[in-house]
């Protein structure tokens, strides 16, 4: 009995997902609530478990984007018992060599002999495709192919399959590259008549199978000296012809890692053909090579990735942020003095008691809560015609991890002691780097922060994050010569940056609400007594 593994439901708001990597191969054995592959969505990563114990046949590759309820693989439950009794038949069950056939003995047919003309359509690929790209052809018109050998490229807006011909024969094209076609579209015909009946195998001696040598395994393919379509856009960007490449897939089929190896050799300098170099007689001769410019010896070397599915989601929100709001950033500096000297005072007190750093997100959190109970707007979102103001602050700090930057909220910050900010955001920056942050702990937010100055910013304008209002950006800790009661004096300054949504915010309260932010941090006995 097989079993479907489709794409489960993964939050409200996502509608799909990419297959980041398989965690077993096609033809593994698995396990029930085995892991076999990992899922990336564009907020989390999820893993996907074997409902049933079996062999896993995989459908979705590597990369692909499927929607919620597409058919990732199937794990075939009578399987887990074949596969033994497979492995353990003896070398007298496999199928013996035929011996003295006549040339003029018709082939065993498979049922394929003697058919008509079968017309190829465009098979349904999933529940939301309504239309395909032609976007290559594998076998060109009037060639022969063989039963269920790879025809075409067909590419959607969230896959690329291969086409297979249903039967042996002469194919016959009907489309071009490059065309979109609707679902159960004609894309071409094949020709029947030609059987794909396996040859008949040639006679061996006694003793050259007594030595087990398999006549079988020398037999090619329609798979032989084939690229995969990955291999194939490999091969086609570094000039690379198929024929020089040696297949060691399945049936000789080029694979994307025979690809990358023959980018390698070829590009190696040791088997670039120049001047020959032979020694007779104990005296060097060395043949005289033809003079070329000198060309620069570095790699130049292009590598291509495919987005990642929080990556594609990142830009698109940014534009998108860009495009509908009338962002505006404001600038103020900060004297950093009085909350660096608390920290060096009470740090090693602070974590001592409370098991956690005292950091300066903390400080600018309380801050940002404090100011947005005078100017609400700066913490208020549209939506539609209408204004949402909101009585709670719950902050967003943006984290980077790994596989891109992810912004978790600090729920209710505004009634939340210095100690109970640094745990939090210490707790959510650890879930951010091994990617266990959950849909609900990424959602929501009034109001966003984000450090550039760990990597060393000077300044910069922050992009909003969508549907707030506004964000305030932090940077880097620079001495720099100030003027204090006129004097001229050395002091840690910090640019701070707030960009807003002009539409909501105007310039008073954008500039209002920096100013406050930076009346509590240059003097953080406000923050405690809340003046």
Request: hydrophobic share 40%.
């Amino acid at each position: 009995m097989s079993l479907t593994i489709k794409v489960p439901p993964v939050g409200e708001s996502i509608t799909e997902v990419t297959l980041s990597g398989w965690k077993k191969k096609d033809g593994d054995q698995v396990q029930m609530d085995e892991v076999i592959a990992e899922l990336e969505s564009d907020k989390a990563t999820f893993e996907l478990t074997a409902e049933k114990a079996g062999i896993l046949k995989t459908v979705a590759k590597e990369g692909d984007t499927l929607a919620i309820g597409a058919v990732v693989g199937t794990i075939d439950e009578n399987g887990a018992a074949l596969a033994p009794a497979k492995e353990a038949a003896p070398a007298a069950m496999q199928p013996q060599v035929v011996a003295n056939v006549p040339a003029s003995a018709p082939a065993a047919s498979n049922g394929q002999a003697g058919k008509g003309s079968l017309e190829v359509k465009v098979p349904a690929v999933g529940e939301s495709i309504t239309e395909v790209t032609l976007s290559r052809w594998i076998k060109k018109d009037g060639e022969t192919v063989a039963m269920d050998e790879a025809i075409a490229e067909l590419e959607s807006d969230k896959a690329t399959f291969e086409l297979t011909a249903e039967q042996a024969g002469i194919l016959h094209t009907k489309a071009k590259e490059g065309d979109v076609l609707p679902i159960g579209t004609v894309v071409c015909t094949i020709e029947g008549g030609i059987s794909d009946a396996k040859p008949a195998v040639t006679a061996v001696t006694p003793a050259a199978a007594r030595a087990g040598q398999d006549v079988s395994n020398k037999q090619t393919t329609y798979a032989s000296g084939t690229p995969s379509p990955a291999a194939a856009k490999i091969l086609a960007e570094k000039g690379v012809t198929a024929s020089s490449v040696s297949g060691t897939g399945v049936a000789g089929r080029i694979t994307k890692e025979d690809a990358l190896l023959a980018e390698k050799i070829s590009e190696n300098p040791q088997v670039a053909k120049g001047g020959q170099r032979s020694e007779v007689g104990g005296q060097k001769s060395e043949t005289a090579a033809p003079k070329t410019e000198t060309v620069p010896s570095g790699s130049r070397e292009d590598k291509r990735e495919k987005m990642s599915s929080l990556r594609k989601t990142v830009a698109r929100r940014l534009v998108a942020v860009k495009n509908e709001t009338a962002m505006l950033t404001t600038f103020n500096e900060v004297d950093m003095s009085p909350i660096m000297e608390i920290r060096a005072k009470y740090k090693d007190k602070f974590k001592e008691k409370h098991g956690v750093g005292l950091g300066f997100m903390s400080f600018f959190t309380k801050a940002v809560c404090e100011a947005l109970k005078d100017w609400p707007a700066v913490g208020a979102r549209i939506d539609g015609e209408e204004v949402i103001y909101s009585n709670y602050a719950d902050i967003s700090i943006a984290v980077s991890a790994p596989k891109g930057l992810v912004v978790p909220v600090i729920r209710n910050a505004e009634s939340m002691s210095l100690a109970d900010i640094e745990k939090a955001v210490a707790a959510l920056a650890l879930k951010a780097r091994e990617n266990k942050l959950t849909i609900e702990e990424m959602t929501g937010g009034t109001f966003t922060i984000t450090n550039g100055g760990v990597f060393g910013s000077m300044m910069s304008t922050p992009i909003l994050n969508s549907p707030q209002s506004a964000i305030l950006g932090m940077h880097n800790i620079i001495e720099r010569p100030v003027a204090v009661n006129g004097q001229v004096v050395i002091r840690p300054m910090m640019y701070l940056a707030l960009s807003y949504d002009h539409r909501i915010v105007d310039g008073r309260e954008s500039v209002s609400f920096l100013v406050r932010v930076k009346q509590l941090l240059e003097d953080p006995a406000r923050l405690l007594l809340g003046v």
